[in-house]
């Protein structure tokens, strides 16, 4: 079956980085594409951008244009994203989730809890 | 700045029926933005219900459709069950981007 399994909460400081993962399993890892989704404490959802899974191919939205980095890693199936220059306002929970081309997210992952603080 | 909007809040029936609609500021919403409809339940992650308007997955209950409704993406739940009282999301995509609606909180009562 399909899993998107994601790495652990994280805790960091204003201006550091974060790195979060998303380990995959269960299916093609190349045949897909990979959102990620980002939600603050009582909001709403954020799109924050696309990887295509086969060619590494981005498209990130313009308000995280520059601050975010999206990759993957064909040997292991694994997706990650990292985020710089951290402010308080990047506290929320990360998902990744699954899409065959752009317009199919079917599988979520289940969020990592990105807290920022000084 | 893109704003897709919904209806903050609608509450239904048990057994009843119920439209939640999703607009762009852009204009109408067409098949070509490819709506996607999701449900978030308190303390978990979003479920994918409808894709490209109309699509739905292989768990997504009869009970819920996906159509175009005057301009706007809808969603329909016919026969509500208590268990359908969530957070709804559509998502819209605008040529190298995706947009999020604001979401709706629809109450069974």
């Known amino acids: 079956q399909v899993q998107l399994v994601q790495s652990g909460a994280e805790v960091k400081k204003p201006g550091a980085s974060v790195t979060v993962s998303c380990k995959t399993s269960?299916?093609?890892?190349?045949?897909?594409?990979m959102h990620w989704v980002r939600q603050a404490p009582g909001q709403g959802l954020e799109w924050m951008g696309i990887?295509?899974?086969?060619?590494?191919?981005?498209g990130y939205a313009q308000k995280f244009q520059g601050r975010v980095t999206m990759t993957r890693d064909t040997s292991t199936s694994t997706v990650y994203m990292e985020l710089s220059s951290l402010r308080s306002e990047d506290t929320a929970l990360y998902y990744c989730a699954r899409s065959s081309g752009w317009y199919s997210i079917d599988y979520w992952g289940q969020g990592t809890l990105v807290s920022v603080s000084s | 700045q893109t704003v897709v909007t919904q209806e903050p809040s609608l509450t239904v029936s048990p057994g009843g029926t119920v439209t939640l609609t999703c607009a762009s500021s852009t204009g109408a919403v067409t098949s070509g933005y490819y709506p996607h409809w999701f449900q978030q339940k308190p303390g978990q992650a979003p479920n994918s219900l409808i894709y490209?308007?109309?699509n739905k997955h292989s768990w997504t209950p009869a009970r819920f459709s996906g159509s175009l409704l005057g301009g706007k993406a809808a969603l329909t739940l016919s026969g509500v069950l208590p268990e359908d009282e969530a957070d709804y999301y559509c998502l819209l995509y605008y040529g190298g981007a995706q947009v999020f609606g604001t979401g709706t909180r629809v109450t069974v009562l």
């Open positions: 490209s308007t109309t």
């Open positions: 990887i295509n899974l086969s060619g590494g191919t981005t």
């Open positions: 269960g299916y093609t890892f190349t045949s897909y594409y």
